[in-house]
């Protein structure tokens, strides 16, 4: 797109944007941001309208975690923001590279309260709760050198959103001249020094251990590799899944939750944990935290930090130090198979979904995509759903929102051109963004989607029962999910056995456009 000084600044950012890499946009145009439409009928990016700016946002998360490439957003002043703030939450939680591109009030009438459409006192300050850098333009250079800020962020530090607002006015404004990409920089690379220190304590551990995070997705080969040297057995948070895969014999997946592997871990002479916080939502307890021989290596300092005590605290891409660690580890055989870690399925409810996943995870080619949702057939593929490629296990980690999983996975698939994707929901959940049904079958975009039909909040019930309350309001009427998926003009299915389940996963992958599955406890028993 030529740049040119007459171009408004609305236009010139879509152009800037065009420079910096960016295919997609997940946004709404509304009477506010028109100026940053403007541009795009004669730019090469591709703008997705979506039905609700929640379904922006998770689109955006979606395509940012399936590619590693940032999801970008435009949204309008006022509710706008504050729509897309929750998925921007998640986004923030799970560490993905999320841009949002917002109009605000005139900067004569910013902050004013004289009425004035979609106002807010301090949308800023409402975004900067949930973003690693926010900013408020007040030139056209200051959406440019924003724009710049926040692909250098995404490019070198911890993947984390980003938020800028442009003003009504200053999007009108003559852009001026210097909207190009910049150089980026790189990541840190971490100190030979400490990784020396690292590789003489593993080489000296008699029962070494790695974890592996949502920062070390891209770092398996040399993680695997290590592993294989030293006979450590991994272990992955629910973010890692897919970084090693999930048939190796050392491989033990995402056992976090259970006790055994905290075991495995105070057993431990050497914890090697890459790229992730080891949160309360990694182990599902609030009272973890090691405090002996743990070497950590991540991006953020500040994970290096808390709530874990690091012997050895790396900073670095987990990458880059991994390759540079694993030369410089001793090997001390052919590696023997880990013992795995069993997950308890003697509850009814658990074996019951064990089952479901399994048909699913065996008529889905391995490359597939998985986008899920905050629901208890996801809890149960969180342990039971084994992943042997990166970017491949996407879930609603941290914030924990529901309505996630149907717009990630529509943002996926617009990121991952052939690759399968399919999507897993409860019944409550998707009933939050089913809207976007809309979107992916506009785009003819076959996304499977499988709803688990148990027509109550089934976690929420457990819980209640667990916890001495008498479970209530937590069983609802649900609509006709297959009337509702044909009238949006989607394929839909309710397979009354697991064999009828696996026929329709056949057929939906040879769809043109998405096909929701819905199934049902009477399904299993079908």
Known sequence: MAKRAELSTGEALVGLLEDYGVDTIFGIPGV?????????????????????????GFMADGYARATGKPGV????????????????????????????IATALDVKDSAQGRGRLHEMLDQRGA????????????????????????????????????????????????????????ALPKKPLADPQQLAAAAKRLNAAKQPIIVLGGGALDAGKAALEIAEKLNAPILTTVAGKGAVPAD????LGYRLAQPAAMERLQASDAILCVGSEMAETDFWNTEVVIEKNLIRIDIDPSSLARPHIAEIAILGDAKEAL??????????????????????????????????LGVIRGSLPPETIIASDMTQIAYAGNEDFPVSHPHTWIHPVGFGTL????????????????TPVAVLHGDYGIQYTLNELGTAVEHRLPVIVFVWNNERLGAIH???????????????????????????????????????????IEAALKAEGPTLIEMTPRMVNG
């Open 403 to 418: 309505g996630f999983g149907l717009p990630a996975g529509i943002g996926a698939k617009f990121g991952a051109g052939k």
């Open 127 to 182: 975004a900067a709760t949930v973003t690693a850098l926010h900013m408020r333009a007040y030139t056209p250079k200051d959406v440019r050198d924003a724009i710049a800020r926040a692909f250098a962020n995404f490019a070198s530090q911890r993947p984390r959103p980003a938020y800028i607002e442009v003003p009504l006015d200053i999007l009108k404004e003559a852009a001026g001249e210097g909207w190009t990409a910049r």
């Open 462 to 504: 457990d819980s209640m029962a667990h916890a001495g309350i008498q479970p209530n309001n937590v069983t609802l009427m649900n609509p006709d999910f297959q009337m509702l998926a044909k009238a949006y003009g989607c394929h839909a299915e309710k397979p009354g056995s697991l064999k009828a389940l696996t026929l329709a």
């Open 73 to 100: 957003c435009f949204t309008i002043t006022g509710p706008g923001v504050l729509n897309i703030l929750t998925p921007i939450g998640q986004a923030w939680s799970d560490s993905s590279p999320v841009l949002v």
């Open 323 to 356: 390759d540079a660690l694993n030369p410089q580890i001793a090997k001390r055989g052919a590696p023997s198979p880990a013992a795995q870690i069993a997950v308890d399925t003697s509850d009814p409810a658990r074996a019951m979904l064990a089952k479901v």
């Open 32 to 56: 506010h941001n028109i100026e940053m439409y403007r541009a795009l009928p004669r730019s090469k990016i591709k703008h997705v309208l979506v039905r609700h700016e929640q379904g922006a």
């Open 248 to 251: 190796h014999p050392l491989c």
